[in-house]
């Protein structure tokens, strides 16, 4: 047998399976280690294994689709195969520690304390209890045989902090009103209540801080779960309207679905009753955990137990028994990046539901190992998406895939902001219970010096600061710089400049309209509708000098329609012509044209990395590969064809971008 351990490094062993079948792609414990059956060999060395479970971790069929992504990429294969192995499985032996002398009263009171905590739970790991109790003590209990040292096998602590609200979110404003850090904390609240769960991760990855997290929690305003329930309650804000009748006509061609998430949602349920009218299975995926909760809220309640959910809001008892029972027929799979792997049983389709965080490391698009995975099953493929991607059309153009165009319902109106204003007086007197704000940029505004003349900008990357006012610091969304609210420069004092999403929850308070119903966010996540979403400030889009800063604008705009009921207002200083032409129907031919003439993907690749510039030399031995310098940091991009990425694109990640992107 071929066996991948961690790493990606491929052992040769020679040993019996236990099973009937094939011993492909199921897990094995080996020399301390975990590893998975990912082929046959001719030869190999005696070892002994144990296969601790009698189902397989994953398929022939997923592995394939992991070769043909590794071959996109230039990648090793099993390396990237254990990227996607979630931590529940990747098991380790460890050293444990167990009471060994029964009674132990008669001890002194520390040792009694330390083997009082030891028994009451059976078997703990060595390093936490030496960790707790201190290593020399520890050390000297085993010496004299009072604890024994057991070795045995142990999944690594994967237990998911989820963090929600645990008061009213107008509770929560008028505790905070006039303490530190006010608007950052009530964004961080905001966050909570849209989500209604995120975990650590989840929160770092939006740029929220520790520090707040850990003052709302110490103030009894958020709250930690460590498990969530299964079984959901009917979602009463549920947009499901029975026999809608977007029932997809079975197509050989993959086929996307564009138009409101409303509209998705109902395309989704009806696909999901024709696979189980079948007696089939359908595979979700969704790498966008709002996204995923908000399908969870709509599908639970409706097909019961059918739906099987894995992702990290189950504890990891619930989610390793999720992973089997997902291979069941019939069963109603919605996962994201932690179910890549499930060998799923006689599928219906894949479907793709929305692009958000679709891509790993920045350049690795899991879009890629989806589609691959459909066509091993040989089953159907559905891409469900509020806006169309350039990619994506060029496709439809070419009569490779297949368009059910299912439209929009809200309205759009233009709003002309004048540029010394945050909110035009339209947008407040239109705005309602139940309103969405999107501001693209976080933090309060960009940083001014009076003195110098000009933004700040980050001393390591370059790019323009954001101020964060309450915290009275400065910071980088690009390479995560930080530091005090004063000039780069000459070190003087700044002051605000233009705004952000702090700022506007500023604005909306001032004007007495912040209250429970009115949300704020960064971005138009598909998490939820609203009666109207306000697109407060989305310009800065394009004054980014990016090869699709367009096309974002298009998408953010869409995506902002999409979770709409009634009307999307989209509030700009620039001419109400220019905001139009994002809005036209053939957009998206346009800007097709533009990239075909520019020689710009879709019709190439390009590979863009940003290290410090001491890279430079090093980044010579890579032809054609140009630079920019700004500040501490060297921007290096290439234009490459599908056969020069493979070549290239290892080269470059061998370098250790600090950040990597692949168009």
């Avoid at 309207?241 to 086929?255: D, H, Y």
């Avoid at 919605?334 to 894949?350: A, C, E, I, N, Q």
């Avoid at 169309?388 to 902001?417: C, H, I, P």
């Avoid at 694109?649 to 992107?661: D, G, M, S, T, Y």
């Amino acid at each position: 047998m071929k066996i991948a351990i961690p790493g990606g490094r491929i052992l040769k062993v020679r040993a019996s399976f236990p099973y009937e079948g094939s011993p492909i792609g199921y897990r094995v414990l080996i020399n301390g280690r975990t590893g998975v059956v990912v082929g046959l060999a001719e030869d190999g060395k005696e070892e002994p294994l144990l296969f601790p479970e009698k189902l397989p971790l994953t398929d022939p069929k997923n592995l394939e689709a992991i070769k043909d992504l590794a071959l996109i990429y230039g990648l090793p294969t099993w390396q990237l195969m254990w990227e996607f192995i979630p931590s529940h499985w990747n098991w380790t032996k460890e050293n444990f520690l167990e009471v060994s002398l029964y009674p132990f009263q008669a001890l002194d009171q520390k040792t009694r304390q330390i083997l009082s905590w030891v028994a009451d739970r059976k078997l703990v790991k060595e390093d936490l209890v030496k960790k707790r109790f201190g290593s020399e003590l520890i050390n000297m209990l085993i010496k004299k045989g009072l604890l024994r040292v057991k070795k045995d096998w142990s999944a690594p602590n994967v237990e998911v902090e989820l963090f929600k609200l645990n008061v009213p979110f107008e509770v929560a404003i008028s505790k905070l009103r006039k303490t530190k850090r006010y608007a950052e904390r009530i964004r961080l609240l905001a966050y909570l209540r849209e989500r209604l769960y995120a975990s650590r991760e989840e929160l770092r990855e939006e740029g929220f801080s520790s520090k707040d997290l850990r003052a709302l929690l110490s103030s009894g305003l958020i709250k930690v779960e460590k498990e969530l329930m299964q079984n959901f309650t009917i979602n009463p804000k549920s947009e499901l309207r029975m026999g809608a009748g977007f029932l997809l006509k079975k197509l050989e061609k993959p086929t996307v679905v564009v138009g409101s998430l409303t509209k998705l949602t109902e395309s989704l349920f009806q696909l999901v009753e024709e696979a189980l009218r079948e007696g089939k299975s359908l595979a979700i995926f969704s790498f966008y955990n709002p996204t995923l909760n908000y399908l969870l809220r709509e599908l639970k309640p409706l097909f019961g137990d059918r739906v099987v959910s894995l992702s990290s809001f189950e504890s990891p008892k619930q989610f390793i028994k999720n992973w089997f029972l997902a291979q069941e027929k019939g069963r109603i799979v919605l996962t994201g990046r932690m179910g890549l792997l499930v060998p799923f049983k006689d599928l219906h389709s894949v479907v793709l539901f929305d692009d958000y965080y679709t891509k790993m490391n920045g350049y690795i698009d899991l879009r890629n190992f989806v589609f691959q995975l459909y066509k091993y099953y040989g089953c159907q493929f559905f891409y469900y998406t509020c806006a169309l991607s350039v990619e994506t059309y060029q496709r439809v153009k070419g009569g490779q895939w297949e368009m059910e165009t299912l439209g929009y319902s809200a309205e759009v109106k233009f709003l002309n902001r004048k540029p010394e204003e945050i909110l035009s007086q339209e947008l407040l007197s239109e705005l309602e219970d139940d309103s969405l704000l999107l501001v693209r940029k976080t933090g309060y505004s960009y940083a001014y010096c009076p003195k110098c003349g000009f933004l700040v900008d980050c001393p390591r990357c370059g790019t323009f600061l954001t101020l964060s006012k309450n915290a009275h610091t400065l910071y980088c969304t690009r390479c995560n710089w930080r530091g005090p609210a004063e000039c780069t420069h000459c070190g003087g004092s700044v002051i605000h400049y233009g705004f952000g999403i702090e700022r506007v929850m500023e604005e909306i308070e001032r004007s007495g309209l912040l209250r429970e119903n009115i949300h704020f966010d960064t971005k138009p996540s598909l998490s939820g509708v609203y009666k109207k979403v306000f697109l407060v400030h989305g310009d800065n889009i394009l004054s980014v000098p990016s090869i699709n800063a367009e096309e974002e604008f298009w998408k953010y705009i869409h995506r902002a329609r999409a979770i709409a009921k009634e009307r999307l207002y989209i509030q700009s200083f620039l001419d109400k012509e220019i905001i139009e032409n994002y809005l036209r129907e053939d957009f998206l031919e346009a800007e097709l044209e533009r990239r075909k003439e520019e020689n710009l993907p879709p019709f190439s690749k390009l590979i863009l990395a940003v290290f410090t510039k001491d890279r430079t030399k090093a980044l010579e031995s890579i032809p054609n590969i140009k630079t920019r310098i700004y500040g501490n940091i060297l921007e290096a991009f290439v234009k490459v064809n599908h056969k020069q990425l493979r070549e290239i694109l290892p080269k470059v990640i061998a370098l250790k971008p600090i950040k990597l992107e692949v168009w």
